[in-house]
């Protein structure tokens, strides 16, 4: 398939700036730049400097670049209501950005409008069951707010400085395994529809804007507001490490723990030994209060390993919480984060075939494939606790597991050479996931086109379709994910 990516690297960012949906023709930027004339008035900014647009025309992929030609930072909803009526009424292109943490140009709206959620971020009340939030807030201000009071949503991923509506739009999954994942915490939504109109919606108004936009990566609307579910906060806790080589024993483990439903959180994160070797590194959390610390013994007990073999470490909760946002704030501050090609790959597995597709995969991998400070990943979840429609997991299984390649090149700075070999790996790995009844996560670097889509949605395809047209009649939303371009 000729891509839009395709079509602009044959054609020149110098002569080219964008295509008009319109006239169906290809646009200089100054024409692109006019199509902003004449604009409502705004409570909010509009930009249309290139140096204020030149952070929005990448993400934390860094490797694909495509420039707007305005970003409107929003003063109240009704501005993006506003410019949404008058995008649509020129069919320029609009994409909601939070935090920008996609990695293959999904918040990316060439020579349209991006609208910068962050300058929307109240929190407007926390109690023990609910948070009314901004949807340009991050999760991590609505934990710093939260836990002081003795609350914290129900659950996290595991980078917490991500947007309300970012991970709201893509699914927020955690570790915790028995609870779902963010989008199935969600009490009430406020979205702006592709036709410019504000509506609430919950699970009993609206309905179906409601389901579609969980999960639906902005191509029905920009979500503005969120009531999200509230809980207890635990005070502490304490992680347990257990370190495996053997892909059978460590499947057998795990699994015994699911089994179990004793720990928290049971997750895994892949590290290299001496020689180079990744290593399954079998993370289980339990929660407590200090008088009553985990049973070691007990909870680890009859494992292929003794309980004293594992290694733990005590915690606050909110200390743990921020355990990721740690790590990405030190790889800021050494230069190796912005600007550093994270070419991801990102898949969703059955129980039936997990284990054989690690099995084949993990030992194939090279430090190349991993970077020096990239990550992998394995988190297992209850598939029934995943409710919601247009969230495409594989069926027929009781568990489900989130495998991530979070692949990091070695330096800042373009490398079209590694680029183009991960993006080809990511795809082989991708169809040999979908053999095996998986699905993509679409969060990482895979191209795909609308077969690939048409295959991922199943039998919720033509729905999906039906509620674009109905909430984006213009197609005018989201084009970064390319769902419908």
């Given at each position: 398939m000729v891509t839009r990516r395709r079509v602009l690297a044959g054609l020149g960012a110098a002569l080219v700036f964008g295509f008009d949906p319109v006239a169906r023709t290809w646009v200089s930027s100054a024409e692109a730049a006019s199509a902003f004339d004449r604009v409502p008035s705004l409570d909010g900014v509009?930009?249309?400097?290139?140096?204020?647009?030149?952070?929005?025309?990448?993400?934390?992929?860094?490797?694909?670049?495509?420039?707007?030609?305005?970003?409107?930072?929003?003063?109240?909803?009704?501005?993006i209501a506003r410019m949404m009526r008058f995008c649509r009424r020129r069919g320029i292109l609009v994409g909601p950005r939070g935090q920008g943490h996609t990695t293959f140009g999904q918040s990316q709206v060439l020579a349209g409008l991006v609208v910068d959620m962050g300058s929307l971020k109240k929190i407007h009340s926390i109690s023990a069951t609910r948070a009314d939030?901004?949807?340009?807030?991050?999760?991590?201000?609505?934990?710093?707010a939260a836990v002081p009071l003795g609350f914290t949503p129900p659950v996290l991923t595991g980078y917490t400085k991500l947007s309300i509506a970012g991970t709201l739009s893509m699914a927020g999954?955690?570790?915790?395994?028995?609870?779902?994942?963010?989008i199935?915490?969600?009490?009430?939504?406020?979205?702006?529809?592709?036709?410019?109109?504000?509506?609430?919606?919950?699970?009993?108004?609206?309905?179906?804007?409601?389901?579609?936009a969980l999960g639906g990566m902005g191509q029905f609307g920009i979500i503005t507001r969120a009531i999200v579910d509230m809980v207890r906060a635990p005070t502490n806790v304490r992680n347990y490490v257990l370190n495996y080589t053997d892909?059978?024993?460590?499947?057998?483990?795990?699994?015994?723990?699911?089994?179990?439903?004793?720990?928290?959180?049971?997750?895994?994160?892949?590290?290299?030994?001496?020689?180079?070797?990744?290593?399954?590194?079998?993370?289980?959390?339990?929660?407590?209060?200090?008088?009553?610390?985990?049973?070691?013994?007990?909870?680890?007990?009859?494992?292929s390993q003794p309980p004293s073999a594992a290694t733990f470490s005590d915690d606050s909760f909110k200390n743990y919480v921020d355990r990721v946002d740690t790590i990405i704030e030190?790889?800021?501050?050494?230069?190796?984060?912005?600007?550093?090609?994270?070419?991801?790959?990102?898949?969703?597995?059955?129980?039936?075939?997990?284990?054989?597709?690690?099995?084949d995969v993990v030992?194939?991998?090279?430090?190349?494939?991993?970077?020096?400070?990239g990550f992998m990943l394995l988190f297992p979840q209850k598939r029934s606790k995943l409710r919601r429609r247009f969230m495409t997991v594989p069926d027929g299984t009781e568990w489900v597991y989130l495998f991530d390649i979070l692949?990091?090149?070695?330096?800042?700075?373009?490398?079209?050479?590694?680029?183009?070999?991960?993006?080809?790996?990511?795809?082989?790995?991708?169809?040999?996931?979908?053999?095996?009844?998986?699905?993509?996560?679409?969060?990482?670097?895979v191209a795909f086109d609308k077969h690939d889509w048409k295959q991922q949605y199943g039998a919720n395809w033509p729905e999906l379709k039906q509620l674009k047209q109905r909430f984006d009649p213009d197609r005018i939303l989201a084009p970064g994910v390319g769902i419908f371009t």
């Open positions: 509009l930009l249309t400097d290139p140096a204020s647009l030149a952070p929005y025309a990448t993400d934390v992929g860094s490797a694909v670049h495509e420039a707007p030609v305005a970003v409107l930072k929003p003063g109240s909803v009704e501005d939030i901004d949807a340009g807030a991050t999760w991590r201000m609505l934990v710093d999954v955690p570790s915790t395994n028995r609870s779902g994942c963010q199935d915490h969600v009490q009430e939504l406020e979205i702006v529809t592709g036709e410019g109109e504000i509506k609430r919606c919950s699970a009993y108004v609206n309905s179906d804007l409601f389901e579609a892909n059978a024993t460590f499947f057998k483990d795990m699994r015994e723990l699911l089994k179990r439903n004793e720990a928290d959180e049971v997750s895994t994160l892949f590290t290299p030994d001496a020689t180079g070797r990744l290593v399954y590194g079998l993370n289980v959390a339990k929660y407590f209060e200090p008088a009553t610390p985990p049973n070691t013994a007990h909870l680890l007990r009859g494992l030190f790889f800021e501050s050494i230069g190796l984060f912005e600007g550093t090609l994270h070419p991801w790959c990102d898949v969703w597995l059955p129980d039936e075939t997990v284990e054989g597709y690690l099995a030992p194939s991998l090279t430090p190349e494939d991993v970077g020096p400070t692949t990091a090149a070695a330096a800042p700075g373009p490398n079209p050479a590694f680029q183009a070999k991960m993006l080809a790996r990511n795809r082989r790995l991708f169809e040999k996931a979908r053999r095996a009844g998986g699905t993509r996560y679409p969060i990482g670097s």
